[in-house]
């Protein structure tokens, strides 16, 4: 039997290989104004979206985020920035990814505990932006153009000069941490969360910040989610910000990407009350059955029967509709492997006071009990 060539013998395994090596991901270039792609078989989609200045800007699109390659942005800072490169779920301009369930009303059960996190790479070179979410809402289901509801900023970072649209109106302690609230109105409501101690990342649940919104009078209860974005606004510069890793959750569904903030946690909670005709109290208690210690907690839940929360004490604690979202205290945000948290509330109901069943802790899943 004839022996094949090395080149032949070196084909045909190179062939194999690719027939047998599982399919990779192959990072693409953007550099259009507008150009976007999906990552991850559509349940995301990045853009470059250079909105605000004439220069290119470059990113590389992998599957769980992107890089800004290539920007000569050298905008005022007392101004607009040049572009919001960024990844996101639900529908922007009538590019919407697939399976995010958005546009949503925010009276649906499911918004109480639809959860997000994001983890960024900031460079060292000068570059001036700020490493936020942009998070629309608006009055109708719009799918296309531009939301006239609110529009939800949680800045994890920025640098320079550069501040939020508007005003600052005050202060806020969400998601473990203590924000800047600045607001200012652009023919919509922005209402940005500017947080006091920068970081790389973060999970949240978006309605801890819109209650707060709701709150302040800035949104309203009526309006739909339309779209969740991370990414970044330059002013100067911008090469080597990154986004590396995204998720956006739906009641446990749609979560993806590497680098998820405050990652998966193993949690078990224990729900007791005392009731009497009208009127009750709810304690709650959360356990870190995990390896690895909890820093800044949201814990999402829903009553089964018709039940009204009227006050809570340590934690900040929203409601809407059944949906009920509770956010650590300042002096209890951490929670150590083996330890627990608890806080309480008191509350009224009319036909049935049945105790909640299911948890999420930062948007995992928890056993009850």
């Not at 006239?148 to 302690?173: D, I, P, Q």
């Not at 600045?182 to 801890?208: E, L």
């Not at 809570?312 to 209890?332: D, E, H, L, P, R």
Request: charged letters at 5%.
């Amino acid at each position: 039997m004839r022996r094949l060539s090395g080149v032949l013998a070196a084909t045909l395994l190179a062939l194999a290989a690719a027939v047998t090596a599982p399919p990779a991901y192959a990072d693409s270039q953007i550099c259009s104004q507008y150009g976007s792609t999906t990552v991850q078989g559509g349940k995301y989609i990045v853009q470059n979206n250079v909105w605000g200045d004439s220069t290119t800007q470059c990113i590389n699109v992998t599957d769980n985020g992107f890089t800004v390659t290539s920007a000569v942005h050298n905008l005022p800072q007392n101004g607009a920035p040049a572009a919001y490169p960024s990844i996101y779920a639900g529908c922007h301009y009538g590019n919407c990814s697939s399976g995010s369930g958005l546009p949503m009303a925010v009276g649906d059960s499911r918004f109480g505990t639809l959860s997000t996190s994001v983890s960024m790479s900031y460079p060292n070179n000068g570059s001036v932006y700020d490493a936020s979410y942009d998070i629309w809402f608006d009055p109708t289901a719009r799918t296309d153009g531009q939301n006239t509801g609110a529009e939800l900023m949680v800045w994890l970072n920025h640098t320079g000069s550069v501040h939020a649209a508007g005003a600052k109106v005050g202060t806020a302690s969400i998601a473990g941490a203590t924000w800047d609230v600045w607001y200012g109105n652009s023919g919509w409501n922005v209402v940005s969360y500017v947080r006091q101690s920068p970081v790389p990342s973060i999970s949240f649940t978006v309605a801890s910040f819109y209650q707060d919104m709701v709150n302040r009078g800035y949104a309203q209860r009526s309006w739909y989610l339309t779209s969740v974005q991370a990414g970044f606004e330059p002013w100067v510069n911008g090469t080597g910000l990154a986004v590396t890793g995204f998720s956006y959750s739906l009641n446990g569904g749609g979560t993806g990407g590497g680098g998820t903030g405050g990652g998966a946690t193993a949690c078990r909670v224990s729900y007791t009350k005392s009731e009497w005709p009208g009127g009750f109290t709810g304690n709650v208690t959360v356990a870190n059955t995990g390896t690895s210690a909890v820093n800044g907690w949201n814990l999402a839940f829903a009553f089964p029967g018709d039940q009204h929360i009227t006050n809570a004490w340590s934690a900040a604690v929203s409601q809407n509709g059944n949906a009920v979202t509770a956010t650590n205290a300042g002096y209890n945000g951490t929670i150590a492997p083996g330890g627990t948290a608890s806080f309480g509330f008191q509350g009224t109901w009319t036909a049935n006071d049945s105790n909640p069943s299911a948890f999420r802790l930062n948007g995992t899943a928890c056993a009850s009990g």
